[in-house]
């Protein structure tokens, strides 16, 4: 358990929620794109005709995964904002607790006693509180993470049909390289997020 | 650290937090005052972080925490209020009397327990157990928007930064000789305080009230005829140097 009166560490750890909301950004921005990528592709896999009849598809499963991956994005943002009140109520908590020591060391009474101990009992809340939010969160950086994963298994596929696109073949083929880099991109934050979380569940369990 | 003694009668009594420890005074100290009646007790200016815990345990040693029902804050400085969010959470029910004009300011305190009465420019007053106290208007002495609290049975008149020495010894608690006391209060007064307007507005209000102590936010306080020989002194002194 965390050495609840470390300042520093909670105030560590407070940037580190700061830094998992700021990756959510970079996540929504790459699930948009995808999103208007899939609806491009739409359009020359129209135009493309018989040519690329495989690739229609593909794009009804990009639209498909990427407004998934915008409506986690989003459930997480709202997320965020009761995530920082969480990391802010345990900042405070802690630094009320850290009070309360100093006061018990000073000065030995039932009403102290009652005091350190209610504000051990907020500092254990408050942790709890924010375990259980970012519980939640990772529950949903799991669900980008699949999503992905179905990304990655697509853009394989799409490289594949796009060589049978003729004329076309180029720019379906920009198609599946997009598809592959953004989901990578999306990967790498949602792995390092995940990872950020995994270290602040240890510090708070 | 204790509050020790400025006034007792039966109603009510008055304390101060008396910081002598070199700690504190590193830091200029802050005169905490503390206002006690039977059911109900205040604290004024309830100051910085390094102050909480010390002030907690005077308080403690004189009353139960839920008798705690009224914060005070006369301006808004870090030195004044930097622990609101620390008394939020020690008291469940109080409420915080400060100049409205900072309620904005109060805010980002994001205060969950604390009642925030904003005291209008024109002043008021605070029922205290029973006990009448007087919100006199100081503003721009030094802060846009500044209050003192007068105590009409007491005679106390807690001055907020005017009158204050900022860093010395706090050897005595009272000023002995008020001539050698100037060199600790002058360029504080001319620097801090902005307006010579605002200076004499006050002191011709002040000067209609009777008061035994002037007890300011930092250094020794003023009994007696030292009130107003400190009273001339500053009506003379030309303020807002940093504007000349």
């Known amino acids: 358990m965390m050495t609840l009166s470390d300042d520093t560490k909670v105030v560590e750890n407070f940037v580190r929620v700061a830094q998992i909301i700021a990756n959510l950004e970079s996540i929504l921005t790459q699930a948009k794109n995808l999103s208007l ?5 739409r359009v020359v896999a129209l135009r493309a005709g018989d040519a690329a009849l495989g690739f229609k598809p593909i794009t009804n499963f990009i639209d498909e995964f990427s407004e998934q991956t915008i409506n986690s994005t989003t459930k997480i943002a709202d997320l965020s904002n009761q995530l920082f009140n969480k990391a802010l ?3 405070r908590s802690s630094q009320y607790y850290h009070q309360m020591t100093i006061l018990k060391s000073q000065m030995k009474s039932t009403q102290v006693e009652s005091m350190y101990q ?9 942790a709890s509180q924010l375990s259980h939010a970012l519980s939640e969160l990772e529950n949903h950086f799991e669900d980008i993470q699949k999503q992905m994963q179905s990304a990655e298994y697509i853009a394989v596929t799409s490289r594949v049909e796009a060589t049978n696109a003729g004329d076309f073949s180029d720019s379906l083929q920009s198609v599946s390289d997009f598809i592959a880099s953004a989901a990578k991109t999306i990967k790498t934050a949602v792995v390092y997020n995940l990872s950020e979380i995994h270290t602040l569940r240890g510090v708070l369990r | 650290m204790k509050l020790a003694e400025l006034y007792k009668a039966k109603t009510h009594s008055w304390m101060m937090l008396e910081c002598n420890g070199s700690a504190i005074n590193t830091q200029g100290c802050v005169n905490q005052y503390f206002v006690h009646t039977q059911h109900e007790s205040m604290l004024m200016d309830p100051g910085g972080i390094e102050l909480f815990s010390p002030m907690l345990a005077a308080i403690l040693q004189h009353t139960e925490l839920d008798k705690l029902t009224t914060l005070f804050a006369s301006h808004q400085d870090p030195d004044i209020i930097a622990t609101l ?14 100049p409205a004009l900072w309620d904005r ?6 205060l969950d327990n604390l009642h925030f009465e904003g005291i209008n420019d024109e002043g008021g007053e605070i029922q205290l157990g029973g006990v009448r106290l007087r919100l006199l208007p100081a503003h721009y002495l030094h802060s846009a928007g500044n209050f003192q609290l007068y105590d009409p049975a007491a005679k106390i008149l807690m001055s907020a930064n ?8 706090n050897d005595a608690k009272y000023v002995e000789d008020f001539s050698k006391h100037i060199k600790e209060i002058e360029q504080f007064h001319k620097r801090w305080m902005p307006s010579n307007q605002a200076k004499s507005n006050w002191i011709a209000r002040v000067k209609e009230l009777d008061i035994n ?15 107003q020989e400190f009273l001339e002194w500053f009506d003379k002194l030309d303020v807002g140097s940093a504007a000349k």
């Open chain 2, 85 to 98: 969010s620390l008394w939020d959470k020690a008291i469940s029910n109080a409420t915080l009397y400060a």
């Open chain 1, 89 to 91: 109520k345990l900042v």
């Open chain 2, 213 to 227: 102590i002037l007890a300011p936010n930092h250094g020794k306080l003023y009994q007696g005829e030292q009130v």
């Open chain 1, 37 to 41: 990528t899939a609806k491009n592709a």
């Open chain 2, 162 to 169: 005017v009158g204050a020495a900022i860093k010395t010894q």
């Open chain 1, 118 to 126: 209610q504000a051990l009992k907020s500092q254990r809340r408050a």
């Open chain 2, 105 to 110: 300011f109060i805010e980002h305190f994001d």
